[in-house]
């Protein structure tokens, strides 16, 4: 029986294990950067498992080093560990036993499968070559995210490749998506402040009326998509928050603005700020108003790189037949993951995790979400083959 054989046939025996990790830390959710009881769990975890050097890079992440017994190349993967600010409503008995926080988005199920690769090579340390880095990753939820600090700390140097995963609920379990180059969007924000003139709303010519001249911000800003960009690429520009009065006779002196800006190419993303700012200042000083604006850039946009995801997909074939891969559409939603690939190659995948005929059909975000655990076992082959082909490469 070869290594590769003997790797996923122990995958096998420990999914019991996996699953019950999984389970626990859905009962224990923490939010971004809260992730103190998350991180030790997952330190005390990997410490008993043996063969790894274990750290904690930041306060709330941790990371384990497991060096082979031979020289080679070194692979990172990653898992993100943190929850979200939802009121869980699943009605499991291992629902979250922290109000208002939940395991909406899957990172339960990313650190268990993750937790488990590492025991299955930790076992077969001798015959490795090269190194793995196993990164639990804090605050993937909340900008600025954990990934820029991760990396600050030194979690990527000397890498060569870097991978990572995401559970998918709206994909059938048994399913495994790929895709090279650009897979999901930079999720950047703009706050706006137009400053009028307020007055009674029955002598609206003694004013400078900052909602009618917020309307047309709003609207002229949807041109920077439809008239300005080439409608090849893809862009959101969205309003999402328009603040502004207190009754229904008085017209408000100013008003706030703010929303997101989504795109997959980096000239583009700084393109746009600057046409935003154009249309605020021209819109404005027509009407003899003043702004402030303030532009945030997230996370930069996530792009596979094409020789990493090949291998990933020759081994979901290898292991699950064609059917099993799919490729993914590029969705303008984000992940800081996009911040280890830019300092090595690597890619993202995912993992079918849904299961109609168990009701398991929410979407992430939801307070009905959850994983089909079967899910679990499927990411830890995925990622123990591949991790050995590209120790090889």
Same mark, same amino acid.
């Given at each position: ?152 700390? %030194? ?5 060569? +490749? =870097?991978?990572?995963?995401? !559970?998918?609920?709206?994909? /059938? #379990?048994? @399913? ?76 408000? %002196? ?5 929303? +997101? =800006?989504?795109?997959?190419? !980096?000239?583009?993303?700084? /393109? #746009?700020? @600057? ?76 993992? %079918? ?41």
């Amino acid at each position: 029986m070869t290594l590769a054989q003997r790797l996923l046939e122990r995958a096998e025996e420990i999914q019991s294990e996996v699953i019950d990790w999984r389970r626990y830390l859905h009962q224990h959710p923490e939010l971004s950067f809260e992730e103190s009881k998350t991180a030790y769990y997952i330190e005390e975890t990997l410490c008993a498992m043996g063969h790894m050097e274990v750290s904690r890079p930041t306060p709330t992440s941790v990371m384990a080093r497991l060096i082979g017994s031979r020289p080679g190349k070194v692979l990172a993967i990653r898992a993100d560990i943190d929850a979200l600010p939802i009121e869980e409503d699943t009605g499991l008995p291992y629902s979250s036993g922290n109000p208002g926080v939940m395991h909406a988005c899957g990172h339960d199920g990313h650190t268990a499968t993750v937790l488990g690769v590492a025991k299955v090579m930790a076992e077969h340390q001798a015959e490795l070559e090269g190194e793995i880095r196993f990164i639990f990753q804090h605050a993937e939820e909340l900008p600025p995210g954990g990934a820029e600090e991760m990396i600050a700390a %030194g979690v990527m140097t000397d890498v060569d +490749t =870097v991978i990572g995963a995401h !559970l998918q609920s709206p994909v /059938e #379990v048994g @399913k495994v998506g790929v895709v090279a180059g650009p897979m999901l969007a930079s999720p950047d924000t703009f706050y706006i402040t137009i400053n009028g003139k307020g007055g009674h709303a029955a002598e609206p010519h003694r004013v400078i009326d900052s909602i009618a001249i917020g309307a047309q911000v709003v609207n002229n800003l949807q041109h920077i998509v439809s008239r300005h960009v080439n409608p090849m690429d893809p862009l959101v520009v969205s309003v999402t928050k328009f603040i502004g009065g207190h009754t229904h006779n008085v017209i408000p %002196g100013s008003v706030e603005l703010c929303g +997101t =800006v989504r795109c997959m190419d !980096l000239e583009l993303r700084d /393109e #746009v700020p @600057k046409r935003m700012k154009q249309i605020i200042e021209g819109i404005t000083s027509a009407h003899g108003a003043t702004f402030e604006f303030r532009y945030e850039y997230g996370y930069r946009p996530l792009i596979n790189h094409e020789s990493v995801t090949k291998t990933i997909a020759e081994t979901i074939q290898e292991l699950y037949g064609e059917e099993a891969l799919y490729t993914i559409k590029p969705s303008m939603a984000a992940d800081d993951f996009s911040a280890y690939l830019n300092s090595a190659p690597g890619t993202y995948f995912n993992i %079918g995790a849904g299961r109609k005929e168990k009701g398991i059909i929410y979407p992430h975000h939801h307070p009905k979400f959850t994983i089909d655990e079967e899910a679990l076992l499927i990411g830890m082959k995925v990622f123990i083959s591949s991790a050995l082909k590209l120790l090889a490469k």
